[in-house]
């Protein structure tokens, strides 16, 4: 009818629209892209763990200002499948990690082994096949945050250090509070934990439940496929269009 057709002539129109106008720039813009675009100085900070992984670490403190010694460190650890960059992606009045530095802080953004910017071990090149990916967010706790919190003490001299976990960055702060790990109590000031988990046993997440009785995990193990949703480049581009809409 009548009523349909401008309707779907009027969705047509706003589609095009956002086809002509292009994906914002910081669609493409890597963490340090993104800060230093702001007016944020940024450090790049590269930690091996005692088992071998190389994690990058970004830095940055207030806008429109250089690196100044003396201000209160805090880390921040990204959740699942996430980065550093979940800090800072928001509009800049409402990112976490942004309205942080602007308060006055030190700000250390960790990267889990594993991530898009954590992707490196002291034994050389990987790939999506080899051992490098026989880890969990166990391997996080155990070894990730407290050579990170040792890192940070010493780039920084400060004997505490905040920490501020999201999802699995507090499951990570859990587990190594509850085995008291020495290098964890040793720096850690405050913990503050925002979407906190400790147990998954009632979960009603259907996507997760269906992959966890889908049979899907196995045939994983199976085609040795470790970076299983990884996307290629190609299923970037096309994720790109799709959230821009």
């Given at each position: 009818?009548?009523?349909?057709?401008?309707?779907?002539?009027?969705?047509?129109?706003?589609?095009?629209?956002?086809?002509?106008?292009?994906?914002?720039?910081?669609?493409?813009q890597?963490?340090?892209e993104?800060?230093?675009?702001?007016?944020?100085?940024c450090?790049?900070?590269?930690?091996?763990?005692?088992?071998?992984y190389?994690?990058?670490?970004?830095?940055?403190?207030?806008?429109?200002?250089?690196f100044t010694?003396?201000?209160?460190?805090?880390y921040?650890?990204?959740?699942?499948?996430g980065?550093?960059?979940?800090f800072?992606i928001?509009?800049?009045e409402?990112?976490p990690?942004?309205l942080?530095?602007?308060?006055?802080?030190?700000?250390w953004?960790?990267?889990?082994?594993?991530n898009?910017?954590?992707?490196?071990?002291?034994?050389?090149?990987i790939?999506?096949?080899?051992?490098?990916?026989?880890f969990?967010?166990q391997?996080?706790s155990?070894?990730?945050?407290p050579?990170g919190?040792?890192?940070?003490?010493?780039?920084?001299?400060f004997?505490?250090?905040?920490y501020?976990g999201?999802?699995?960055?507090?499951i990570?702060?859990?587990a190594?509070?509850?085995?008291?790990?020495?290098?964890?109590l040793?720096?850690?000031?405050?913990?503050?934990?925002?979407?906190?988990?400790?147990?998954?046993n009632?979960?009603d997440?259907?996507?997760i439940?269906?992959l966890?009785?889908?049979?899907?995990?196995p045939?994983?193990?199976?085609?040795?496929?470790?970076t299983?949703?990884?996307?290629?480049?190609e299923?970037?581009n096309?994720?790109?269009n799709?959230c821009?809409?």
């Amino acid at each position: 009818n009548m009523k349909s057709s401008y309707i779907f002539i009027a969705l047509s129109a706003l589609l095009l629209s956002l086809a002509t106008a292009g994906i914002p720039p910081i669609a493409n813009q890597d963490f340090a892209e993104i800060v230093t675009s702001l007016s944020y100085p940024c450090e790049a900070h590269y930690v091996t763990t005692k088992d071998g992984y190389i994690n990058t670490f970004y830095r940055i403190q207030a806008k429109n200002t250089q690196f100044t010694a003396g201000l209160q460190p805090i880390y921040l650890q990204h959740g699942l499948l996430g980065s550093s960059d979940d800090f800072i992606i928001n509009d800049e009045e409402l990112a976490p990690g942004l309205l942080i530095a602007n308060a006055g802080y030190d700000v250390w953004f960790g990267n889990s082994r594993g991530n898009k910017y954590s992707q490196a071990h002291v034994n050389g090149s990987i790939n999506p096949n080899s051992s490098y990916w026989d880890f969990s967010w166990q391997d996080m706790s155990l070894y990730d945050l407290p050579a990170g919190l040792e890192y940070i003490y010493n780039s920084t001299n400060f004997k505490k250090i905040h920490y501020l976990g999201h999802s699995q960055g507090t499951i990570q702060m859990f587990a190594a509070l509850c085995r008291r790990d020495p290098t964890v109590l040793k720096y850690l000031g405050q913990f503050h934990a925002a979407g906190p988990v400790a147990y998954v046993n009632n979960q009603d997440s259907v996507g997760i439940t269906l992959l966890a009785k889908s049979g899907l995990l196995p045939f994983e193990e199976w085609i040795n496929a470790k970076t299983f949703g990884f996307p290629t480049q190609e299923q970037k581009n096309l994720l790109e269009n799709i959230c821009f809409y």
